[in-house]
């Protein structure tokens, strides 16, 4: 064994004197690396991730909760001014559940449980009030801490006195509530009236105009603004509101579809709308002819009368023919005789027309005007983009800017006209080049070098077991020709026979070589007894 050890430190030694100073250097970086990235390895395996417990709390339930945490021998962190605990992620699920059991986060607030527990025969009407007041204030802040951006409420209401007759009028509730809001949250016109319609339906007796609603900040928040709406055109905001709208929609199809036509990243859209918010009611009552070519109206009723004579008549005239000059034919009173005819064609037609009565309300709104600015970049920075694409998106814009403009406000637009509301700039976009070499690579830089030191070091590694294994296989053909050697310098013609003599002599000389010293005790023995 000795032996065994004293030879690989040999070779060790004689491998490390043989390496030049650069191997040496490259062995030695390759084993500092290897530890370095087994050192990495471990801490970020080993790691303990925290994560939060529960929601932001108030310090006194985050001092009660550490308590126990403390009891328990949990690990944890405190936080945001003492408002959040953090414990170990693989942790959270069943700390979150034992803590639960036990009640906590426990705030201190009166909700509708405390009656299942608390409730007794002792308890004055007094004390039934203020705890079911207290209840109420608890169970509506948990109800609006449930909108999108409420991180925390408080909730304080006037609750009218309950009359034991029904002579005794009943009050008006009220509502004071502030709404603690994450930064830079801002609540919908729907937002708002679901906050005021919760509000009235969770208190009895309360009209909306007994609530009083604003955030930390004492900003108000005002209902008939919220009903009127934002983007009413009523107002100067709810105007600009409107035209943003419109401006935002129509930037979106187009970018979308000239995204999709030459890439995301390659076009930038500008859209800019005049609104006409002018409000027109009128009413019209228009009376047209049926048939407008020939301006004649539809016949509802017709009378025809046709009468004839033929025959002489009396000298002093006769009595069919006086006095015809309201009809067609006239005749005139003679002293004279002789025949005549005379002929009456009565027509009577009552004619009607369309009589159209309109109340018209115009929109609240039309797009007088619309302009659309589009920059796009070419695929590649030294070709220029294809006349046939930029045919194709000045063809799409006209087509949504004549669709978009109301024809009554404006007219009918010519292709001209319709051209200058449009730009198409082709070029190179400057703006989103912040380095000029090569993009930044995803991967940190350190990881390349220790990637390429444990390379280096594999590398090595590789090349230092293979040489100790060809070092090894060239040993074992020495020894295995030198017990070839041996066999045949042992091995004689005469066999010597076994016995006792050369028996015990064998059993000395094996003797001596193992156990020296007893082989030295013995002669001793032996030379004492001659």
């Given amino acids: 064994m000795n032996e065994r050890l004293t030879k690989i430190k040999s070779d060790s030694t004689n491998f490390w004197q043989s390496r ?53 021998g949990v690990k944890y962190e405190i936080t945001n001014a003492g408002t959040t605990i953090l414990v170990p992620e693989n942790q959270v699920q069943d700390l979150q559940v034992s803590l639960a059991s036990q009640g906590y986060p426990d705030s201190g607030e009166i909700g509708t449980s405390f009656f299942a527990t608390n409730a007794g025969f002792g308890m004055t009407d007094n004390e039934f009030n203020v705890i079911k007041k207290a209840a109420i204030e608890t169970d509506l802040a948990n109800l609006l801490r449930k909108f999108d951006g409420v991180k925390d409420a408080k909730a304080i209401i006037t609750l009218p006195n309950e009359g034991v007759f029904l002579k005794d009028a009943q009050g008006e509730s009220t509502a004071a509530i502030v709404l603690t809001t994450a930064p830079g949250h801002k609540f919908s016109d729907e937002q708002i009236k679901g906050l005021f319609n919760l ?21 108000y928040y005002d209902l008939d603004s919220a009903q009127n709406g934002s983007n009413s055109t009523n107002t100067v905001e709810g105007q600009m509101g409107v035209k943003k709208t419109i401006e935002r929609d129509l930037q ?45 109206g539809i016949e509802i009723s017709a009378q025809r009368i046709t009468e004839s ?48 009565r309109r109340e018209i309300q115009e929109s609240p709104y039309k ?4 302009g659309i600015q589009v920059m796009v970049e070419p695929p590649n920075a030294d070709e220029e983009l294809d006349a046939s694409i930029r045919t194709d998106i000045e063809q799409i814009l006209s087509t949504i800017v004549r669709t978009s403009i109301d024809q009554e406000t404006a007219g009918m637009l010519t292709d001209e006209e319709i051209a200058n509301r449009i730009v198409v700039s082709i070029q190179q976009f400057h703006g989103n080049d912040t380095e000029d070499g090569a993009p930044e690579s995803i991967i940190p830089w350190w990881v390349w070098v220790i990637g390429g030191i444990l390379l280096v070091a594999i590398v090595l590694l ?7 294994r060809k070092r090894k296989q060239e040993e074992e053909e020495l020894e295995i020709i030198e017990q070839q050697q041996q066999l045949i310098d042992v091995d004689d013609i005469s066999e010597e026979k076994e016995t006792e003599a050369t028996v015990r002599r064998k059993q000395l000389e094996k003797m001596a070589k193992e156990k020296p010293e007893d082989f030295a005790k013995l002669l001793r023995s032996w030379i004492a007894e001659d």
Wanted: hydrophobic share 40%.
């Fill in 367 to 370: 797009i007088q005007n619309l």
């Fill in 252 to 296: 979106r199809q187009v970018q979308q579809m000239l995204g999709t036509l030459i890439g995301q990243d390659k076009v930038v859209v500008n859209v800019s709308a005049d609104i006409d918010f002018k409000k027109e009611n009128r009413e019209e009552n228009l009376v047209k002819p049926v048939d407008e070519e020939n301006m004649t």
């Fill in 199 to 219: 509000v009235s339906m969770s208190i009895p007796n309360l009209t909306k105009d007994n609530i009083q609603i604003s955030n930390q900040l004492g900003d």
């Fill in 309 to 356: 004579y033929s025959g002489g008549t009396p000298a002093d005239g006769s009595p069919e023919a006086e006095n015809v000059t309201d009809n067609f034919v006239d005749y005139v009173e003679g002293t004279t005789t002789g025949n005549g005819d005379y002929e009456r064609v009565e027509e009577t037609i009552n004619n009607d027309v369309n009589r159209i």
């Fill in 462 to 468: 590789v090349l230092y077991v293979l040489r100790a």
């Fill in 20 to 72: 030049t100073k650069n191997q040496k250097g490259a062995m030695i970086g390759a084993v500092v690396a290897v530890i370095a990235l087994a050192a990495a390895l471990t801490y970020f395996s080993t790691r303990t991730t925290m994560v939060q417990l529960f929601p932001e709390m108030s310090q006194a339930e985050v001092g009660s909760i550490t308590e126990v945490l403390t009891a328990q």
